[in-house]
């Protein structure tokens, strides 16, 4: 039930969403009585569509994100690396039916670094997380398009794993723990987006797994340059509405317990 209540409320309250509706609000209400409300409607409206696609705030907003959790040291002293957890995330969907071996979206970090790591790490198992996290429409899980390209791109058979469940962060690193049963004392390695990462490590945490963070797909650049404006609004607003769903599922999840701590961190 959360989940699709988690769905609904994104889709209508999502920042582009609700400044699109002001705008449009705005408009209407100004050829009525309300029309001193209608102007502050559509100029609010119109104002925030412009400056949040134009300004780099969303970088500003997910900075602190990616910058929580450094890439660990895989060279230092210690046990060897078991295993490498991919969340989903990183396939295109929409691209039903066609012939593509795997239709890769902004994220597609999140797989390629995988194949990378497991050719690194030879003795390292290779898990993918992720079903279908669609609410009106059926497509096959990710994970069975991530198991075809991990093993066209090299990989054995005998190191993948796919969870094929999951729908959303928590049910990841349930999910996720219940197949690979983690032994005391073993390094496993968690491959997400550098936004995504906190929320991750606390669900993965709160099943009792610990892994060890290794955030791909950063957006923000190093140093933050606050002149550094987007090349068009859309792109500016998919930023503001990927940063702000991360922050407001950080809430969520502190709030109904699935994880710890409301900004987990190293």
């Excluded at 769905?7 to 582009?16: E, G, M, N, T, Y």
């Excluded at 003795?123 to 991530?146: D, H, I, N």
Aim: aromatic share 8%.
């Amino acid at each position: 039930m959360l989940f699709i209540v988690a769905k609904v409320f994104w889709a209508l309250l999502q920042p582009s969403t609700l400044m699109v509706a002001a705008l449009l609000a705005g408009t209407a209400l100004s050829a009525t009585r309300w029309c001193r409300l209608g102007r502050g409607l559509a100029w609010g409206g119109g104002l925030a569509l412009l400056v949040c696609g134009i300004a780099p705030l969303g970088d500003a907003l997910i900075l602190p994100l990616e910058a929580r959790f450094p890439r660990p040291d895989l060279e230092r002293v210690g046990p060897s690396i078991a295993g490498i957890i991919v969340l989903g995330g990183g396939e295109d969907g929409h691209a039903v039916g066609t012939q593509e071996l795997a239709g890769l979206n902004e994220a597609g970090e999140r797989y390629t670094e995988a194949v990378a790591l497991a050719r690194r790490l030879p003795g390292a198992r290779l898990v993918f997380s992720g079903g279908s996290g669609r609410l009106l429409t059926v497509e096959e899980p990710e994970a069975e398009g991530a198991g075809r390209l991990f093993a066209a791109l090299g990989i054995a058979q005998d190191r993948i794993a796919l969870e094929s469940k999951s729908r959303n962060t928590h049910e990841n690193a349930v999910l996720t723990a219940q197949i690979v049963k983690p032994q005391p004392g073993q390094r496993w390695l968690l491959v997400t987006s550098a936004w995504h990462m906190p929320r991750a490590i606390g669900c993965f945490r709160r099943a009792g797994f610990g892994v060890e963070a290794w955030p791909v797909d950063y957006r923000a650049p190093r140093p933050l340059d606050m002149t550094r404006v987007y090349g068009s609004i859309p792109e500016g607003l998919r930023r503001i509405d990927i940063v702000m769903r991360e922050y407001v599922g950080l809430v969520a999840y502190y709030l109904t317990g699935r994880i710890e701590a409301l900004l987990p961190g190293p």
